[in-house]
């Protein structure tokens, strides 16, 4: 019976890391609530996990606060620059959406390269300042030479934050789905999802510097 909760077992395991998905999404949603948090909470989200891959996976709680009070500042600001973007590209696109034929379309054209470069951006930004410390303008650059030296990763990641913020906008019934599972598990699942694949690109940064 001892060895049924022998924590080396792969099952005790799983259900660490399962209990680790649940406790980082709680803490998520309770620093993301103030809303301008948000970007703070996200990059806490995303160091977390880098954290517990990299196996430093003791104090899972404390571990996240002492992130987030870390990268409160910065992440608060790239989260403003990253809405104030968005925020003008959806503008743009409402605009568009008024105009007709061959304009409408080539507005389309020109507009959906900024929206991807911001996706991207906002894809390694907010993983980079989880794991490394730098100035707020070293580390946007530093974000589109990443995207441009690990471009195939970058495009992964953001193509699959994309694919879920299409899906969860695209229905009422996709949008509560989205809420339901985000409410419990989804926001720590995808920031799994994102720590696993920057995982490749920061291990290919560094061995690249050595």
Same mark, same amino acid.
């Given at each position: 019976?001892?060895?049924?909760?022998?924590?080396?077992?792969?099952?005790?395991?799983?259900?660490?890391?399962?209990?680790?998905?649940?406790?980082?999404?709680?803490?998520?949603?309770?620093?993301?609530?103030?809303?301008?948090?948000?970007?703070?909470?996200?990059?806490?989200?995303?160091?977390?996990?880098?954290?517990?891959?990299?196996?430093?996976?003791?104090?899972?709680? @404390?571990?996240?606060?002492? /992130? %987030?009070?870390?990268?409160?500042?910065?992440?608060? *600001? $790239?989260? =403003?620059? #990253? +809405?104030? &973007?968005?925020?003008?590209?959806?503008?743009?696109?409402?605009?568009?959406?008024?105009?007709?034929?061959? @304009?409408?379309?080539?507005? /389309? %054209?020109?507009?959906?390269?900024?929206?991807?470069? *911001? $996706?991207? =951006?906002? #894809? +390694?930004? &907010?993983?980079?300042?989880?794991?490394?410390?730098?100035?707020?303008?070293?580390?946007?650059?530093?974000?589109?030479?990443?995207?441009?030296?690990?471009?195939?990763?970058?495009?992964?990641?953001?193509?699959?934050? =994309?694919?879920?913020?299409? &899906?969860?906008?695209?229905?009422?019934?996709?949008?509560?789905?989205?809420?339901?599972?985000?409410?419990?598990?989804?926001?720590?699942?995808?920031?799994?999802?994102?720590?696993?694949?920057?995982?490749?690109?920061? =291990?290919?940064?560094?061995?690249?510097?050595?």
């Amino acid at each position: 019976m001892s060895n049924l909760f022998n924590v080396e077992r792969p099952l005790m395991q799983i259900l660490a890391k399962l209990t680790d998905l649940v406790l980082l999404n709680l803490l998520f949603l309770v620093t993301a609530l103030p809303i301008v948090t948000i970007g703070a909470a996200w990059t806490s989200l995303l160091a977390s996990w880098q954290k517990i891959l990299r196996g430093h996976d003791n104090q899972v709680a @404390l571990t996240y606060l002492q /992130l %987030f009070r870390e990268n409160l500042k910065q992440g608060t *600001l $790239l989260w =403003g620059i #990253t +809405v104030l &973007f968005g925020g003008i590209f959806f503008m743009d696109y409402l605009l568009l959406q008024q105009a007709t034929g061959v @304009l409408r379309g080539i507005g /389309l %054209f020109i507009l959906m390269p900024f929206v991807l470069l *911001l $996706l991207a =951006g906002s #894809t +390694v930004w &907010f993983a980079y300042i989880g794991r490394y410390r730098d100035t707020l303008k070293q580390v946007i650059k530093n974000a589109f030479l990443i995207l441009i030296n690990c471009f195939p990763w970058v495009v992964l990641a953001s193509g699959i934050n =994309g694919g879920l913020l299409y &899906f969860a906008v695209s229905s009422p019934e996709r949008l509560l789905t989205t809420i339901y599972s985000c409410t419990f598990f989804g926001f720590s699942a995808v920031a799994l999802i994102n720590a696993l694949i920057m995982k490749k690109v920061f =291990g290919k940064i560094e061995q690249e510097k050595k």
